[in-house]
């Protein structure tokens, strides 16, 4: 079964730091666009940030300046590291594909990311 794994997820104060890792044994990110989503509270799941095969990263204007993605295809992987943090920033946090703006697996149990004093 294709999975998806994240970790990297806490409780961290207003303007602290964080990083995601994101991994998988079943799927090969190499060739997709990768990128990261969170689900807040009540909300739909977002995107926040992707980056392309070739290492070009994209963000959601509310990241921009604080989040970095980034990939690391000899590990198969890929990272958010998160600097900077606000409350509106706590939600659980996702990592999938992305074609046309959704993921095409998946997802993952997500790793959840708090951010309060």
């Known amino acids: 079964q294709e999975q998806l794994v994240e970790s990297g997820g806490g409780l961290v104060q207003p303007g602290g730091s964080l990083r995601l890792s994101c991994g998988s044994s079943?799927?090969?990110?190499?060739?997709?666009?990768m990128g990261w989503y969170r689900q807040g509270s009540g909300n739909q799941r977002e995107w926040v940030a992707l980056?392309?095969?070739?290492?070009?990263?994209h963000y959601k204007d509310s990241v921009k300046g604080r989040f970095t993605i980034s990939r690391d295809h000899a590990k198969n992987a890929v990272y958010l590291q998160m600097n900077s943090l606000k409350p509106e920033d706590t939600a659980v946090y996702y990592c999938?594909?992305?074609?046309?703006?959704?993921?095409?697996?998946?997802w993952g149990q997500g790793t959840q990311v708090t951010v309060s004093s």
């Open positions: 980056i392309t095969s070739s290492g070009s990263p």
């Open positions: 999938n594909t992305v074609v046309n703006g959704q993921g095409t697996y998946g």
């Open positions: 079943t799927i090969i990110f190499a060739p997709y666009i």
